[in-house]
Every structure is written in structure tokens, then in C-alpha cells.
């Protein structure tokens, strides 16, 4: 019996060792910090656009960091949970970056999810509080400062979300996402 191969050397090396080579470096630091960093560098720069909406890294990073500091005066620290269930919007991506900058982890809640789903995952989750357009629109961040956070005890380590499945069972099931892992996400992205 014989044996054909049915790739070139050059075939195989493609595929076996250049389409797998995945590696690749991935920075030390959390989401808020890199953020925070590319705010500084390219403040003017369009950041986020959504609609007729184009906010700048600038404008974003001090919005989130108004709220992130409103946030902590709520209890908001790393290994605490905010639930967050807003619409997709500017105010959602403000919403999540506070939470991330506030050294919690966010639990996305989809408003449109039916109310026992919702109710599950708020019970399940036990977040310190949670963020929804009418608590965000009685939220009054004038005396809240639009500088970084320093926040002990954010690290690589730290939940960055926890993000409910639907699981085997019917019953959604949480699963929790680093900091690093989140940045690894991103830098592959």
C-alpha cells in the first residue's frame, strides 16, 4: 500500500505552522488602563460612533470616569458586580467602561430578556447595584470627577464580566471573564 501526500512541503508548512502560529504579545495591563492610555494619546480621535452619535476618546474617557467615580460611592469595587441593562447606545459603552474603570465587573442584562430571565440573573448575580436609562438618567454626576480612578485591587485577575448562558438545564448559568482575559479578547481582535 502505498502513501500519497496530498499537500507540497509548502502546503503543509502553510497550514500546519504558519496559519497556526497564534502566539502573539498581550499587554500586562487591565481594559481601563489602556483605555485611559489611548485617551491620552489621541484625545480628539473619534472613539465611538453609534447613529448620528461620534463621541472622542476624550469625551468618553471623562464620561466613564464620572460615572465610574459615582459608582464607587455605591459600593462598586474589584469582585463586585454591576448589572447593566441598557439599550445598545453611547450611554451603554459609557456604562461598561465606568464599571471596568470602578474595579467591578459587569453583568450585561438585555432589556428586551423576559422579566423571570432578568429576575434570575439579578438574584443569581447579586450585584451591588444596577445601571438602567431611568437610574442613569436620575444619576447626578456634576460633582464627580472626570480624572481616572485610582483603584486598588483592579488587576489581570479581577472579573471583568460575567456574562449568563443559557445552559443545559433552562437555567442560565454565569461565567466569569478576567480582566486579562478581556484585553486578550481585545488585542485579538
Known amino acids: 500500500m502505498a502513501r500519497v501526500d496530498l499537500l507540497s512541503g509548502d502546503e503543509r508548512h502553510e497550514v500546519l505552522d504558519r496559519a497556526n502560529a497564534t502566539a502573539r504579545d498581550v499587554p500586562s495591563a487591565t481594559v481601563p488602563e489602556l483605555f485611559a492610555a489611548r485617551a491620552a494619546a489621541t484625545p480628539d480621535a473619534p472613539a465611538l460612533a453609534f447613529g448620528e452619535d461620534t463621541v472622542s476618546y476624550g469625551e468618553l474617557n471623562a464620561r466613564a470616569n464620572r460615572l465610574a467615580h459615582w459608582l464607587i460611592e455605591r459600593g462598586a469595587r474589584p469582585e463586585s458586580l454591576v448589572a447593566v441593562a441598557l439599550p445598545r447606545s453611547v450611554d451603554l459603552m459609557v456604562a461598561l467602561l465606568a464599571v471596568l474603570k470602578s474595579g467591578?465587573?459587569?453583568v450585561p442584562v438585555d432589556p428586551e430578556f423576559p422579566q423571570d430571565r432578568i429576575a434570575y440573573i439579578l438574584q443569581d448575580a447579586a450585584p451591588v447595584l444596577?445601571?438602567?436609562?431611568d437610574v442613569l438618567a436620575a444619576a447626578d454626576l456634576t460633582g464627580c470627577s472626570a480624572d481616572?480612578?485610582?483603584v486598588a485591587?483592579?488587576?489581570g485577575d479581577t472579573t471583568a464580566y460575567v456574562i449568563y448562558t443559557s445552559?443545559?438545564?433552562?437555567?442560565?448559568?454565569?461565567?466569569?471573564?478576567t480582566q486579562a482575559a478581556l484585553?486578550?479578547?481585545?488585542?485579538?481582535?
Open 130 to 133: 444596577s445601571l438602567t436609562a
Open 183 to 189: 484585553v486578550n479578547f481585545l488585542t485579538a481582535m
Open 153 to 155: 485591587g483592579r488587576s
Open 104 to 106: 467591578a465587573g459587569y
Open 148 to 150: 481616572d480612578p485610582q
Open 167 to 177: 445552559g443545559s438545564t433552562g437555567r442560565p448559568k454565569g461565567v466569569t471573564v
